[in-house]
């Protein structure tokens, strides 16, 4: 069934984008507009404050009456994280719901500079810029991404956010710059397997390998004019 949904939506999607079809199509599984108004009561009232009932089709939206987790740290800056995130997952209904996510995405330092969701914002907010061919755009976002991440010791997020950096300014032609970008995630990377200990050293890494694209473009960008 949720096969046959899913192909239904994207067949009737295609026939909405080539003016086939008047209004564009709905999917249930993509319709986030209730999650976000959870997720904006969370972020911008204040805690103890009563939610309001809602209309429309979010009619029944309730919080439950137990506000202990309300009050744990780091709630509001997760709501306004997920909001972002539920808004660009809403994109394909209303594009216009991505540039929410960006302008959601791109607060969140704003409101919390000190949550540990503002790196990944910041990259979510380079992959839609990316995704749009803005690579100016794209390169800013990651670079942001990348500060925050050092700041906050993720190693993950900071090695993810210089080889988007290297990628981007490669895309822009500007090469010497990309290739400083994989330089630095080579050397980081570098750094990271030499503090390991023994016994994490001979376990297999999954997915994918930064270091090894990184060296494959570093080689590329210098072999540009």
């Known amino acids: 069934a949720y096969n046959r949904a899913s192909d239904n939506f994207a067949r009737e999607l295609d026939m909405y984008n080539r003016g086939k079809l008047l209004d564009p199509p709905t999917d249930a599984k993509r319709d986030f507009s209730r999650s976000i108004a959870l997720y904006k009561y969370l972020h911008w009232v204040p805690p103890g404050t009563a939610m309001e009932p809602l ?17 744990r740290e780091g709630i509001s800056d997760a ?13 394909e209904i209303e594009p216009k719901f991505e540039q929410k996510a960006v302008a959601t995405l791109s607060a969140l330092e704003d409101h919390y500079p000190k949550s540990r969701y503002v790196a990944e914002a910041w990259l979510r907010v380079g992959e839609i810029n990316f995704d749009n061919n803005e690579y100016d755009k794209a390169a800013d976002a990651y670079e942001r991404a990348a500060n925050k991440a050092k700041e906050k010791g993720d190693n993950g997020t900071y090695s993810l956010a210089l080889y988007k950096l290297g990628w981007s300014h490669y895309q822009l032609y500007k090469y010497a710059v990309a290739v400083r970008w994989f330089q630095k995630l080579i050397e ?12 994490d050293k001979d376990k ?3 997915g994918f ?9 570093l080689a590329k960008s210098l072999a540009e004019p």
């Open 79 to 91: 709501a306004m994280y997920l909001q972002g995130f539920c808004e660009y997952e809403m994109r």
């Open 188 to 199: 980081f990377e570098d750094e990271i397997k030499a503090a390991e200990k023994p016994e």
């Open 209 to 217: 390998d930064l270091r090894k694209e990184a060296i494959e473009y």
């Open 55 to 71: 209309s429309g089709k979010l009619a029944g939206v309730i919080l439950e009456q137990h506000d202990s987790w309300r009050r």
């Open 204 to 206: 297999k890494k999954a």
